[in-house]
């Protein structure tokens, strides 16, 4: 393992981006041939800290090996037999989902998993600006009188210790399951499974990187497991509970959940049910995604995803519960339509919202939190911008939509590595500063009176000051291997992508390519980076960095002479756009060469 003190990577100790690069798992610079003989996957595994006696498990990551006994997890055979009990006495069951994608997915994975069973449940998505995030204690005390008599909150419910009350006192059972940050002093429920209960044994901590749906995934398992035990399957079939996995896969990337372990088996096994198309709201969203082959890793996040996420921030909440649940495929197809539309809409309320919100940056160059606030900022994109913020900053960034009837302001925040965002926003909420607030290491919501936030970014200012500077202090760029121009071929994609799926906690191989020389380097788009560069063995790439041009690093790179010798680092992906695919660089950092 590559330590602080080993040899920065070219002997670039600070690059156009500010980072030192040192290699991820040893020196991999295979130059330009194709010297694919030695085996990537492995040096890419290994690399990523798996052990030499682990290859075989990690390279085909499969259920059977990563599945935990969902017995494991706290309160599971409660929720388990509860919701046994509710199919085999007829009882009205309602899911209560959060409105973004882990919510959608894990909402539509148990209606789907009881319709399996023969029991239709209903739904019930709040609504991000009048209800806000989490369960409602008149929303729950309401199902109740309607009708149902168990209530299972999806991705919520963790923290709503006065909601649940009132549900109890109403005589609803409400189960939980969660994936977000818990007190030590749980609500009242009938159950709460979440991995991320203090309480929980090894075991199932282990696992709290899953999303909420890859809980909700462990519940079903518990759950036919309970009807089998109880012979509910003596005359009927066992439901097909892998034909769920792409609901998994969609979730788990969406959410950024960690791609480790088990969530890796979710997502590489759900992208081969996926392609199946046998979900017909799924299909209708990749098509209406515009892929033209099956959807990968990356397309999770980027295509699909915000288009459910569309839903819940501009449009109706339940637009991507119905979507994924649908067995009609002209309904299927309508609102996989109004979804990519709003989708559209959302786009150009972000991009009102971050130029509003990076108006205020340069006040805050010595906090160690950017926090903005706006008035009438719209709070369904307020979350996306802070990602924004904090990938243009390098510091952790809270972005606040402040209500001008209420005076209260919703809060959405995202983190760097080594900065626990959301253990932070609950002891603001602890030490009072917040009426509600919650979340994960690298993303937290909150709730905050308007006169408030001056107090909160001070508090955040001096609380995590420290950890900000020695994380931003730290910051590299970590390789995988290097090559000349020559290697960056197609070939060499495809063998990387064999240790696959990526996504955070598993990155992607990020790879050196140079030195090179710049031949063309302009803007495309709004703020695109795009640039062509010629190497010593006379091969030439094209490379592209996303909303770069305006960063330290894409500025150097257009006001470069002519010529001037430079490495490029980033990912390596395929262009298929033309009759000939071809590799090209999707550029992430660079240095200067001389």
Same mark, same amino acid.
């Given at each position: ?411 959405? $925040? %995202? *983190? !760097?590595? +080594?900065?626990?965002?959301? /253990? #932070? ?7 009072? =500063?917040? @009426? ?101 063995? $006379? %091969? *030439? !790439?094209? +490379?592209?960095?996303?909303? /770069? #041009? ?7 790179? =257009?006001? @470069? ?34």
């Amino acid at each position: 393992m590559a330590t602080r003190t080993s040899p920065a990577v070219f002997g670039v100790e600070r690059s156009l981006s500010g980072k030192r690069w040192r290699w991820r798992g040893g020196n991999m610079a295979l130059g330009g041939g194709a010297t694919l003989d030695h085996d990537i996957v492995t040096q890419l595994l290994l690399a990523r800290g798996i052990a030499p006696d682990d290859l075989a498990r990690q390279r085909e990551p499969t259920l059977r090996a990563f599945l935990p006994d969902p017995s494991e997890f706290n309160d599971m055979d409660a929720a388990a037999d509860r919701i046994a009990q509710a199919i085999l006495s007829g009882e009205t069951i309602t899911i209560y989902g959060d409105y973004d994608v882990d919510g959608a997915t894990s909402s539509a994975l148990l209606i789907r998993l009881l319709r399996m069973l023969g029991h239709d449940a209903g739904h019930y998505i709040p609504d991000r600006l009048l209800e806000g995030y989490g369960p409602s204690g008149e929303a729950l005390v309401r199902l109740g009188e309607e009708g149902s008599s168990l209530v299972v909150t999806v991705d919520c419910g963790a923290m709503a210790h006065e909601a649940l009350q009132k549900a109890h006192d109403a005589g609803v059972d409400v189960i939980v399951v969660d994936h977000h940050k818990c007190a030590a002093d749980l609500p009242r429920t009938v159950a709460l499974v979440n991995p991320n209960r203090l309480d929980e044994n090894d075991t199932a901590a282990g696992h709290g990187h899953l999303a909420a749906v890859g809980v909700a995934f462990l519940l079903a398992i518990a759950l036919v497991r309970t009807l089998r035990e109880r012979g509910f399957f003596a005359d009927r079939a066992e439901p097909d509970l892998l034909s769920l996995l792409d609901l998994v896969a969609l979730g788990t990337v969406a959410d950024v959940a960690a791609l480790h372990g088990l969530n890796r088996a979710f997502v590489a096994q759900g992208l081969k049910v996926m392609s199946r198309r046998a979900n017909i709201g799924m299909a209708a969203l990749i098509d209406a995604s515009r892929l033209k082959r099956a959807p990968v890793c990356s397309d999770l996040g980027f295509a699909l995803g915000p288009r459910i996420n569309a839903g819940g921030r501009v449009g109706q909440s339940t637009l991507g519960v119905r979507l994924l649940t649908t067995e009609d495929p002209e309904e299927a197809r309508g609102i996989a339509a109004q979804l990519s539309q709003l989708n559209d809409e959302r786009r150009a309320i972000e991009a009102e919202v971050q130029e509003a919100a990076e108006a205020q940056i340069a006040a805050q160059h010595n906090r160690a939190v950017v926090v903005c606030a706006g008035m009438g900022w719209h709070p369904g994109v307020i979350g996306i911008v802070a990602g924004r913020i904090k990938e243009k900053t390098g510091r952790p960034a809270i972005v606040i939509a402040l209500d001008p009837d209420s005076g209260e302001g919703k809060g959405s $925040g %995202r *983190s !760097i590595a +080594g900065v626990d965002l959301g /253990a #932070a926003i609950i002891a603001a909420r602890e030490a009072g =500063l917040l @009426a509600a607030g919650g979340g994960h290491a690298m993303a937290a919501g909150l709730t905050v009176a308007a006169d408030g936030v001056a107090s909160l970014a001070h508090w955040l200012d001096e609380r995590l000051g420290e950890k900000v500077a020695l994380a931003s202090a730290q910051q590299e760029t970590i390789l995988d291997l290097a090559v000349a121009p020559g290697g960056l071929a197609p070939d060499l994609v495809q063998a990387m992508e064999a240790g696959g799926p990526y996504g955070v906690g598993w990155p992607g191989p990020r790879i050196a390519v140079g030195p090179v020389r710049l031949i063309k380097c302009d803007v495309v788009g709004s703020d695109h980076l795009r640039l062509m560069a010629a190497g010593e063995d $006379g %091969r *030439s !790439i094209k +490379g592209i960095a996303f909303r /770069a #041009a305006e960063s330290e690093m894409g500025q150097q790179l =257009l006001h @470069a002479v002519p010529g001037r010798r430079v490495w490029l680092a980033g990912r390596a992906k395929i262009d298929d756009w033309g009759n000939v695919p071809r590799a090209e660089l999707h550029l992430e950092d660079a240095a200067w060469a001389d």
